[in-house]
């Protein structure tokens, strides 16, 4: 790789890594649906510029409200259920749970029969799911705070099934265009968050303002351009290794921004988590049969990703 891709890779990497930081100053002052409506309208504003200035052209009407579909689940559900859940589970630890998504996305495609999983693939999936658990049982957040971490666990299954459902469209109309309907469609779902929205600004600290701005900025759109462009230069193993990077800098980013120290059980099981990620991609990448990629896809047919 050039020098161009790694720092295209590493600036990705560390935009979507502070985003789990980014969510928690952002959630001092506005809600769930309210962070997730700001962020996601100033985002799809954002993209669609960049959309008119590649000249892109409409997809037909059926294919756009698929796209815009698909965003109530894999941008608006995502959102919510992420901010929700950060408002008790720390940055640091909501990254790690939300990295066992490739994970629900075999078990997905299991269930539904596209994809028949081994026993190597079962070992991944349940040392993934080990971690987890010790996630949970963490000094971070407790089990008397389910409701939050089921929250955080049911944003990673949104954006599986969201990473799982878009290839078709994916494929036919490039990554970009695709991540351009569904933000519109996630924002316009999440539409009466607006409502409160202006006092809210108002009323917020500059802080918890900026990092919603940064949020539509720099992880929702230049963190998804830069992805783009690196993963069309690389391959998916390339790809899919960087990702293992973003619990870890996420981590480093919520001690300096929060002060957030994890607890050695959710260290032990980010590791059991992003062990089992690893076992499940490797098993995926040298199966011959079609499987489901890890988010984002090879460079031949590029994967959006649900940013965090």
């Not at 000094?139 to 799982?164: D, E, K, M, N, Q």
């Amino acid at each position: 790789m050039d020098k161009r891709t790694v720092g295209a890779f590493g600036f990705a990497v560390v935009t979507w890594a502070s985003a789990f930081p980014a969510i928690r100053i952002a959630l001092a002052a506005y809600s769930p649906s309210q962070l997730a409506f700001f962020r996601f309208a100033l985002a799809g504003l954002v993209l669609f510029g960049i959309g008119v200035a590649a000249r892109f052209r409409m997809p037909p009407l059926r294919d756009l409200l698929r796209m815009a579909l698909l965003g109530t689940i894999g941008i608006a559900f995502y959102a919510v259920a992420l901010g929700y859940g950060q408002k008790q589970v720390p940055a640091g630890s909501a990254s790690l749970l939300i990295a066992s998504a490739p994970v629900w996305m075999v078990v997905i495609a299991a269930a539904i029969g596209r994809e028949r999983p081994g026993y190597g693939t079962l070992i991944g999936i349940a040392v993934s799911f080990s971690g987890v658990v010790a996630i949970a049982a963490g000094r971070g957040f407790g089990f008397a705070s389910a409701p939050h971490t089921l929250a955080v666990l049911a944003a990673a299954i949104a954006g599986a099934v969201y990473t799982i459902a878009q290839k078709s469209l994916v494929s036919r109309y490039g990554a970009l265009r695709f991540t351009i309907a569904a933000a519109w469609g996630g924002a316009l779902v999440l539409l009466p968050a607006a409502a409160g929205l202006p006092a809210a600004v108002h009323a917020a600290p500059a802080s918890a303002t900026i990092a919603v701005v940064y949020l539509a900025i720099f992880p929702g759109a230049l963190g998804y351009a830069s992805w783009s462009y690196a993963a069309a230069r690389a391959s998916a193993a390339v790809a899919g290794s960087a990702l293992y990077l973003i619990p870890g800098v996420s981590m480093v980013l919520s001690n300096l921004l929060l002060g957030e120290v994890p607890s050695g059980r959710a260290l032990i099981g980010g590791a059991l988590v992003l062990a089992g990620v690893a076992v499940v991609h490797r098993r995926a990448a040298v199966r011959p049969a079609p499987v489901v990629q890890i988010v984002p896809a090879p460079a031949a047919e590029p994967v959006a990703r649900t940013a965090a």
